[in-house]
């Protein structure tokens, strides 16, 4: 092949690959095959872990192995809602165990948020574990990390999940992708 030859085949395949660029649809996947919408945190298993565990710190994001009693988690999470030094009785615990990520108003498992998650042989360990326990992955809006259906924190909200793309597409209104650093630091601080 000549070298006349080597660079016509070059700009046709520049052309080719342009033409295929400029046809893909506005869903086309990109960000290592995650839609342009999927929040960063979705994308990035660092950020998302950092955010993780600062919900579970500053929020009481748990428990950490929903299929056990966690009779301490479920006591001390209750008693956020109580007056202070007034000690949740057992109907308050019982009422903090239904309020659950799986019915948070923020917590997001629609068919457009699902794209954005990375497929279960990709996910960290503290995902697989949680969906090996029962738990259906979804995106938390609050705190801005991948969230279990089967744990909660303090600040649930009513009314969810968000089942629904235009709900999501709400939330991603609101909120655009999130932040680029974790949540709880300065900017710029990873």
Request: glycine share 8%; hydrophobic share 30%; charged share 25%.
């Amino acid at each position: 092949m000549t070298d006349e030859h080597k660079k016509l085949l070059l700009v046709v395949l520049g052309v080719s690959v342009a033409a295929h660029l400029l046809k893909r649809p506005a869903t086309a996947r990109t960000n290592g095959g995650a839609p342009d919408h999927c929040p960063y945190s979705t994308l990035d298993l660092r950020l998302n872990t950092k955010n993780r565990n600062y919900a579970a710190r500053e929020f009481h994001y748990g428990p950490l192995n929903p299929n056990e009693a966690n009779t301490e988690y479920w006591r001390s999470l209750a008693a956020v809602f109580k007056p202070k030094g007034e000690a949740p009785t057992a109907e308050d615990i019982r009422g903090a165990k239904k309020a659950l990520c799986g019915n948070c108003g923020v917590f997001d498992i629609s068919p457009r948020m699902q794209k954005c998650l990375p497929p279960l042989n990709d996910a960290d360990e503290y995902d697989r574990y949680a969906v090996e326990s029962g738990s259906v992955l979804g995106y938390c809006w609050a705190h801005h990390f991948k969230c279990a259906s089967l744990r909660t924190c303090e600040t649930w909200v009513v009314g969810g999940p968000l089942r629904t793309d235009d709900r999501s597409e709400k939330m991603s209104r609101r909120y655009g992708r999130g932040p680029t650093t974790p949540i709880g630091t300065p900017a710029g601080g990873v």
